[in-house]
């Protein structure tokens, strides 16, 4: 008697920055260091070194005091701190 066993798909873990809660990866955002600067990557595949961040004001606020640069292994510029806090607008409210 020859059973199957039904394959377990792996789903990606990472911890967001701010906060330091784990999720799938699918369920954060990921900020990714690039040579033209911090960017937002919808896709999760854009080249260079990326933090995972939930889509809430206060993750994204905490992350800005320092974990988000120290988990990108670089400096943030103004021009960096700029484009986060255009995106930090854009995001929900904490509930």
Do not use: F
């Not at 990921?30 to 993750?59: F, N, W």
């Not at 640069?69 to 995106?87: C, F, M, N, V």
């Amino acid at each position: 008697m020859n059973k199957q066993k039904s394959r377990v798909k792996h789903i990606p873990q990472r911890t967001c920055v701010g906060c330091r809660e784990t999720l799938s990866k699918r369920g954060l955002m990921r900020i990714v260091c690039t040579p033209d600067g911090v960017r937002y990557d919808a896709t999760g595949k854009a080249e260079g070194r990326g933090a995972y961040l939930h889509d809430k004001k206060s993750c994204w606020e905490r992350a800005l005091r320092g974990s988000l640069a120290h988990a990108l292994k670089t400096e943030l510029t103004q021009a960096d701190r700029d484009y986060i806090a255009q995106i930090i607008s854009e995001l929900k409210d904490d509930e």
